[in-house]
């Protein structure tokens, strides 16, 4: 059975940091590129950031220079730190493992609520 178990979302205010965490059970971990993504309310989900199983990492715009994804391999769980964090950072952060052959074999997390408010 796959779980992808997402921690550390929270509230935080403007400026603040929080780092995210995942840890994936049931999957050869080292076959998957990890991710994550975010769901604020009324809009679609939306990539974050993605580590691939050779550590090359890909991020939106939109949080370039302030989010750093990162993985373990050992404990197969990846991260996401967050600086600089913005009230447009609000969302639910999910967690996705997609494997790196069968791209259609995908897993998501039940996501962790991030809010950034004074």
């Known amino acids: 059975q796959v779980q992808l178990v997402e921690s550390g979302g929270g509230l935080v205010q403007p400026g603040g940091s929080l780092r995210l965490s995942c840890a994936a059970s049931g999957i050869t971990f080292t076959s998957y590129t990890m991710g994550w993504y975010r769901q604020a309310p009324g809009n679609q989900r939306e990539l974050v950031a993605t580590?691939?199983?050779?550590?090359?990492?890909n991020y939106a715009d939109s949080v370039k220079g302030r989010f750093t994804i990162s993985r373990d391999n050992a404990k197969n769980t990846v991260y996401l730190q967050m600086n600089s964090l913005k009230p447009e950072d609000t969302a639910v952060y999910y967690c996705?493992?997609?494997?790196?052959?069968?791209?259609?074999?995908?897993?998501w997390g039940r996501g962790t609520q991030v809010t950034v408010s004074s």
């Open positions: 580590i691939t199983r050779d550590s090359i990492t």
């Open positions: 996705n493992a997609n494997h790196y052959i069968v791209l259609t074999l995908t897993y």
